[in-house]
């Protein structure tokens, strides 16, 4: 069974950093795309960022956009997130989407609190 585990949360000051992983694990097959959304306390879950495996295209939101970073999807299955300059708007709960098999599959998230 397929197994997504996102890591690297954490409470920061704005303007600090974080990077997030995001591992996929109980399958043969490889991530074939990667994405990262997140959700704050009552609002829906937004878009962040994502990389097509096969092409290395990515994808951001436009109120990420130079700030953050989709890594390459590693052989391991594994995925970073580099988060810099982050503001207090950026909190909230961070999801990994990792397809496998055309199947998305999520993990429980990491929480990331930005405050001063």
């Known amino acids: 069974q397929v197994q997504v585990v996102e890591s690297g949360g954490g409470l920061v000051q704005p303007g600090e950093s974080l990077r997030l992983s995001c591992a996929a694990s109980?399958?043969?097959?490889?991530?074939?795309?990667m994405a990262w959304y997140r959700q704050a306390p009552g609002n829906r879950r937004e878009f962040v960022a994502a990389i097509v495996g096969s092409t290395g295209a990515l994808s951001y939101a436009d109120s990420v956009k130079g700030r953050f970073t989709i890594s390459s999807i590693a052989a391991n299955n594994t995925g970073y997130l580099e988060m810099n300059n982050l503001k207090p708007e950026d909190t909230g709960v961070y999801l990994c989407?990792?397809?496998?098999?055309?199947?998305?599959?999520w993990g429980q998230g990491t929480q990331v609190t930005v405050s001063s």
């Open positions: 109980g399958s043969t097959l490889r991530v074939s795309n």
């Open positions: 989407a990792a397809e496998l098999g055309y199947r998305n599959n």
